[in-house]
């Protein structure tokens, strides 16, 4: 039997994947102290911040690769929000590309010290 804050978890969901512009999104629908949801696509998860009492979003790239990917270990996490789920998944991309970049300059500079 499914409850009611379930189905409502999933038909935000639906809504909430029904705006990206990419293929792909899966939803994913948990309960934990309530009904939450995300939406994923390999291992970038968009979630609503529902903290905030706002319809904007924030996304997370995860560092693993499993389906679905788990927020909690991710590589990019910043909560800055978004009204468009599509620009919360862009910037973590982005973000977490600068933090890789970063990382290999420090990965050169700690070979040529090293030599």
Request: contains cysteine; proline residues 4%; hydrophobic residues 40%.
């Amino acid at each position: 039997m499914t409850l009611q804050p379930e189905k409502d978890a999933i038909e935000k969901a639906n809504a909430l994947k029904s705006k990206m512009t990419g293929k792909g999104w899966k939803i994913r629908v948990w309960q934990n102290l309530g009904w939450h949801y995300s939406i994923y696509s390999g291992n970038v998860a968009i979630h609503p911040a529902c903290a905030f009492k706002t319809k904007k979003y924030f996304a997370c790239v995860s560092n693993l690769t499993d389906d679905p990917p788990v927020s909690a270990l991710a590589l990019w996490h910043e909560v800055k929000l978004f009204e468009n789920p599509n620009d919360a998944a862009e910037h973590a991309v982005k973000k977490a590309r600068e933090a890789v970049a970063e990382l290999n300059r420090a990965v050169e500079f700690a070979e040529k010290s090293i030599q």
